[in-house]
T-cell receptor
Framework: QKEVEQDPGPLSVPEGAIVSLNCTYS??????FMWYRQYSRKGPELLMY????GNKEDGRFTAQVDKSSKYISLFIRDSQPSDSATYLC??????????FGEGTQLTVNP | GAVVSQHPSWVICKSGTSVKIECRSL??????MFWYRQFPKQSLMLMAT?????????EQGVEKDKFLINHASLTLSTLTVTSAHPEDSSFYIC?????????????FGPGTRLTVL
């Protein structure tokens, strides 16, 4: 069983839609939860960082963590064509080693 | 935010040759750098972790004699793929961690696409 599971998609939505991306994890030691965005042939860039259960909002992005269910989500409101990318969840325990999900490929159609 | 660069951005080489990839932290001192490999439509897989001035720690299944990592300074780490073969063709990404960052955030480089013919 993988430590982090993420549906690879692809996911295609119309512009303006609300997008929901999800990951599940198996290790209770994981404490820090991140979402990265990766454009094609580019390195990942950090979108959201959180370490507690609950919601964290930044502009059109909301990260949600449910530690009891070992489930994390990223919501994108009013999605734009420029949001088209691969979204990777990443999780780590107390050290610095990140474990990534497979990534979900998102396309927002104008 | 912190900037990490990689050079070259892409490289094509013949089978059996060696290729060196550089990773630089441009505006901060990185005590720890990480090297990842990413195959098409797959996630990032950690290859090794390197701390400045010490030997790299390799993940299980990664050949340390094939993937040589040097982290000689706080701003530069290199990955050398020795005797490259077509199966080594991949997207190689480095990241760097700022020594005093409590969040342990990793800043990623833009990646290097290696094609071995």
């Amino acid at each position: 069983q993988k430590e982090v599971e993420q549906d690879p998609g692809p996911l295609s939505v119309p512009e303006g839609a609300i997008v929901s991306l999800n990951c599940t994890y198996s290790n209770s030691a994981f404490q820090y939860f991140m979402w990265y965005r990766q454009y094609s042939r580019k390195g990942p860039e950090l979108l959201m960082y959180t370490y507690s259960s609950g919601n964290k909002e930044d502009g059109r992005f909301t990260a949600q963590v449910d530690k009891s269910s070992k489930y994390i989500s990223l919501f994108i409101r009013d999605s734009q064509p420029s949001d088209s990318a691969t979204y990777l969840c990443a999780i780590r325990a107390s050290g610095s080693r990140l474990t990534f999900g497979e990534g979900t490929q998102l396309t927002v159609n104008p | 935010g912190a900037v990490v660069s990689q050079h070259p951005s892409w490289v094509i080489c013949k089978s059996g040759t060696s290729v060196k990839i550089e990773c630089r932290s441009l505006d901060f001192q990185a005590t720890t750098m990480f090297w990842y490999r990413q195959f098409p439509k797959q996630s990032l897989m950690l290859m090794a972790t390197s701390n400045e001035g010490s030997k790299a720690t390799y993940e299980q299944g990664v050949e340390k004699d094939k993937f040589l990592i040097n982290h000689a300074s706080l701003t530069l780490s290199t990955l050398t793929v020795t005797s490259a073969h077509p199966e080594d063709s991949s997207f190689y990404i480095c990241s760097a961690r700022f020594s005093r960052d409590r969040r342990n955030e990793q800043f990623f480089g833009p990646g290097t696409r290696l094609t071995v013919l």
